[in-house]
Every structure is written in structure tokens, then in C-alpha cells.
């Protein structure tokens, strides 16, 4: 599968019969979605789609996406059987804020959690790498939104390994290929036990270019109601960009699964951006078997003689 644009959001179809007993539902049929075969290439993936519509289209196709993402999460949390678990990673500047306030401003915010994962602190740094997200994870009939993740511990650290000294791991770091691949085996596990239990993973790498986001940096530094934004690592991280690249190739090729698949979607737009990812959650969400809860006979009489009640009054 390329990881060319071949076709605007609202393109992706339903087709086959979604398989929940194993915990995998048919990803929806985004030209975004990553492959499962470990074929992703970065260098092909697309920052920016050829013949996206105009701001004002993408706007209003995102405002549609909101309202039925707004009924279908109100379904998702009367159902209260799944889960929905939304992963976001980016380079710096690439929009995951802005994407997260545009595409959830309609969702009534009892239903969901966001988290920001950042630096571990002691007492995350005594547990395993996984175990701060398993504290994160959304309760069912629940939206959770992870800015960032446990996808961290390879990618800033891959390209960072320093960053091991202070997890102490019991068989040290003498054989770091052998580490990112026990990692990743472990993620792939976790990730499809949540997808077992409920949960709907969905995941979006925001592939920004390298230089629209030097174009942001810029912008952070001249308009000082961003100026708090901006942070001199981020050139320091920036410098390192080819490595980072080759993480988050490393990352989709391991992981893109489909119990969690991962979506690399063009990011040098914002507008078309927040609209692809909005379309992809809606048509995920879409798939579920969700339903409103039921009353029995006896309940909907007693109801009846209630309502009764009500209107004498």
C-alpha cells in the first residue's frame, strides 16, 4: 500500500464483518492508514495532500464531524461496553493541541480524559515503561485522549538512549536493538489485551515537514502571545530530525496493528488535518455495534404511571 494521498477524507468504506470477540474491529478505510505488513515507508508518506479542498470546506466538513462525533459519544457512553483510546505522537509544532481542540470542542467533556504524557517522574521511573499508561487508560462507555505516550519510551528515548540511565533496567542496555524489540513486542501485547477488553485504539502520527515546522517555530518566536510555546530543545531535537524520522518509521512498521492501527496523516495543513483525523474517528466509531440502553416491561409501566403523576400535578 503507498503511503501516497489517494483520495480526500470521507473516501474510507465499510466492508467485511467487524470481528469483536477477538478484540479486532475492520480499521476504518482511510488512504492514511498505515499498512500491517511492515511496509511503511516515511519518505513516501505524505505531509501535505496534492489537491486538498480549500480551508473553508475542511472547516465545514469538521464541523459536520463534530456533531455526529458528539452523538456518537453520547451513544458510546450510555452503551458502556467500549472504550475509545486516541494516541497522538508528532514532531514538535506539528499541530496535536489545535487538532485535540478542534476535533473534540462539540463532546461533552464528562466523557472524555486527555493526558499529557512527559517527562516520568520517580515513581513511574520504579515501574516498567508500560505502567503509566495502563493508570490512563479510559474506563469504558469513555473517550481517552493520550498526547503523547508510551510510544515515547521509542522514539525521544530511542534517539535519546541516555534518557535508559535513569530507568534502571534490571539486564542494562548493552544490547539496544534486542530492547526496542522487546519493546515493541510488548506494546503490540498490551495493545491488543486492551483491544480484547473493549477498548478501540486509534493512533495518529501528524507528519509535519521539516520545514512547515521551522515556519512555526518562527511564528512562536514573533507573535508573543506564543512566545510561551516555544522551547530551545526543540531546535536541539530538530537537529536530530532524520533520526527521528527512522523512530517513527521504526514505531508504525512495529506496531501498526489492526486492533490499533496507526493513521499517518498529512499535517502541513491544519485545517485538512483536523478534518482527517475527525473523519476517522467518526467512522471508527461508526462501526461499533453501540446501543441505547433498554428498559424492561415492568420498568417502562412504572414509568408510565410516573409520567402520569407528573402531568396531574
Known amino acids: ?34 499498512p500491517f505488513d511492515g511496509t511503511f515507508d516515511v519518505s513516501r508518506a505524505a505531509t501535505r495532500e496534492k489537491d486538498a479542498p480549500g480551508k473553508k470546506e475542511n472547516q465545514k466538513a469538521l464541523e459536520d464531524a463534530v456533531e455526529r462525533l458528539d452523538k456518537l459519544q453520547r451513544k458510546l457512553y450510555a452503551d458502556n461496553r467500549f472504550s475509545l483510546l486516541l494516541v497522538f505522537q508528532a514532531m514538535d ?47 469504558r462507555g469513555r473517550i481517552g485522549i493520550w498526547n503523547r505516550s508510551h510510544y515515547e519510551e521509542v522514539l525521544v528515548v530511542k534517539v535519546n ?7 534502571r533496567l534490571p539486564y542494562g542496555t548493552d544490547d539496544l536493538s534486542r530492547l526496542w524489540k522487546e ?60 533520526e527521528y524520522m527512522g523512530a517513527y518509521q521504526d514505531v508504525l512498521q512495529e506496531t501498526s496493528r489492526p486492533w490499533a492501527p496507526w493513521y499517518a496523516i498529512p499535517a502541513d495543513s491544519k485545517s485538512y488535518m483536523r478534518r482527517a483525523v475527525a ?13 441505547w440502553p433498554e428498559v424492561s416491561e415492568k420498568e417502562r409501566e412504572e414509568m408510565k404511571i410516573l409520567r402520569a403523576r407528573l402531568a396531574a400535578e
Open 93 to 139: 509544532a506539528a499541530g496535536k493541541d489545535g487538532t485535540l481542540r478542534a476535533v473534540m470542542s462539540g463532546v461533552n467533556p464528562a466523557g472524555c480524559q486527555v493526558y499529557s504524557f512527559k517527562a516520568p517522574t520517580h515513581e513511574e521511573l520504579d515501574h516498567d515503561f508500560l505502567w503509566r499508561c495502563m493508570n490512563r487508560l479510559p474506563e
Open 279 to 291: 473523519d476517522i474517528i467518526v467512522g471508527t466509531l461508526e462501526r461499533l455495534p453501540l446501543h
Open 1 to 34: 500500500m503507498s503511503q501516497s494521498v489517494v483520495g480526500p477524507p470521507g473516501s474510507g468504506a465499510r466492508s467485511g464483518n467487524p470481528d469483536y470477540r477477538r478484540g479486532v474491529i475492520e480499521p476504518f478505510a482511510s488512504p492514511y492508514l498505515v
Open 161 to 167: 538512549p541516555q534518557y535508559l540511565g535513569a530507568q
Open 183 to 242: 519493546r515493541f513486542e510488548s506494546i503490540r501485547t498490551f495493545e491488543q489485551h486492551q483491544a480484547r477488553n473493549g477498548a478501540v485504539i486509534l493512533k495518529f502520527w501528524l507528519n509535519v515537514s521539516k520545514e512547515e515546522q521551522r515556519q512555526r517555530l518562527i511564528e512562536r518566536i514573533d507573535e508573543p502571545e506564543s512566545n510561551w510555546k516555544f522551547n530551545a530543545d526543540d531546535l536541539v531535537q530538530r537537529a536530530r530530525w532524520d
